[in-house]
């Protein structure tokens, strides 16, 4: 699977599940929809599953995560996470333009 294709079944997938959902993609990176676009994050380390850095997907992770991102893809498995939903309730409206 190539970059553009797991990105398009990550954003068809979570625009089907209410806000604040993740696609747990590793043990320390997920994946959730924030009304536009899908946006990756790391997790902390300590455990806590709270979100500590967006990033984007093209800088460096693709090449080295493109493995189990595929393998994810077989058997997808998502988490709903009040941090991200606290996030999204507070955000304002999208303008398109």
């Not at 991102?69 to 606290?86: C, Q």
Request: with cysteine.
């Amino acid at each position: 699977m190539n970059q553009k294709d797991f990105e398009q079944h990550v954003s068809m997938l979570l625009r089907d599940f209410p806000p604040g959902t993740t696609a747990d993609l590793d043990d320390g990176i997920v994946a959730y929809w924030n009304g536009n676009a899908v946006v990756y994050a790391f997790l902390c380390e300590d455990g806590s599953g709270l979100v500590v850095e967006e990033f984007d997907l093209n800088d460096f992770v693709w090449s080295e995560f493109d493995a189990q991102f595929t393998k994810w893809s077989a058997a997808p498995k998502f988490s709903a996470r009040a941090e991200v939903a606290g996030w999204l309730m507070d955000a304002p409206p999208y303008e398109a333009g």
